[in-house]
Nanobody, 116 residues
Framework: QVQLVESGGGLVQAGGSLRVSCAAS????????MGWYRQAPGKQRELVAS???????DYADSVKGRFTISRGDAKNTVYLQMNSLKPEDTGVYYC??????????WGQGTQVTVSS
């Protein structure tokens, strides 16, 4: 299975910015979709943003205009730049990738906490 290592979470005040990163390694054939999900306490995991191999981006309505997803030059890394953070953005952020042969893989998650 593809291994994912996330980094960049932390504590920030409302209105601040954070960038989380996810690096994929292992038996990668082709990462067709890379994305970020988040799970707030007591809530279901939800899609925040995704990006295809062709660069097509998709965002949850709640983060449009504030968050930007991008892929690194090597295409095995995905970033989520989060600006104008709100307390409701608090949660564990999980990286998710879909490999054309291996299928989906999840990262361990990184905590993002936005204080008011």
């Amino acid at each position: 299975q593809v291994q994912l290592v996330e980094s960049g979470g932390g504590l920030v005040q409302a209105g601040g910015s954070l960038r989380v990163s996810c690096a994929a390694s292992g038996p990668i054939v082709s990462l067709t979709i890379m994305g970020w999900y988040r799970q707030a306490p007591g809530k279901q995991r939800e899609l925040v943003a995704s990006i295809t191999g062709g660069g097509m981006e998709d965002y949850a309505d709640s983060v449009k205009g504030r968050f930007t997803i991008s892929r690194g030059d090597a295409k095995n890394t995905v970033y989520l730049q989060m600006n104008s953070l709100k307390p409701e953005d608090t949660g564990v952020y999980y990286c998710n990738v879909i490999d054309s042969y291996r299928g989906p893989s999840w990262g361990q998650g990184t905590q993002v906490t936005v204080s008011s």
